[in-house]
């Protein structure tokens, strides 16, 4: 079974992002290289952390910016690659697995 990253929409990790007790996997994204239970564990003032989802699109926002660079382009389908990124057309439709509409 694969499972879908809630930062890119990748659709082919490995284990869920969480678990049923919202526990993280801290498995690393092959597409986003988003860290489940370290990039979403963003403290904003003393003892005060910013909510998850939050962090997810302050990191999905700023990785395509950065032109949706592929962490470990090995894992990842290369008919949708172009120069170690995601292709536009395909980044839309991966975005869709999480309902993100660009």
């Known amino acids: 079974m694969n499972y879908t990253c809630p930062v890119c929409g990748f659709d082919k990790l490995d284990e869920p992002a969480y678990?049923?007790?919202?526990?993280p996997s801290f498995e690393i994204c092959p597409c986003?290289?988003?860290q489940f239970g370290d990039d979403d564990d963003v403290e904003v003032n003393e003892g005060v952390f910013m909510q998850r989802e939050e962090a997810h699109t302050i990191y999905r926002e700023k990785w395509i910016k950065n032109g949706a660079?592929?962490?470990?382009?090995?894992?990842y389908p290369q008919e949708f690659l172009?120069?170690?990124?995601?292709t536009k057309e395909h980044l839309v439709e991966q975005l869709k697995n999480i309902n993100v509409f660009l």
């Open 19 to 23: 678990d049923e007790y919202n526990d």
């Open 32 to 34: 986003c290289r988003f």
């Open 69 to 75: 660079e592929i962490f470990d382009p090995e894992c």
């Open 82 to 86: 172009s120069d170690g990124k995601v």
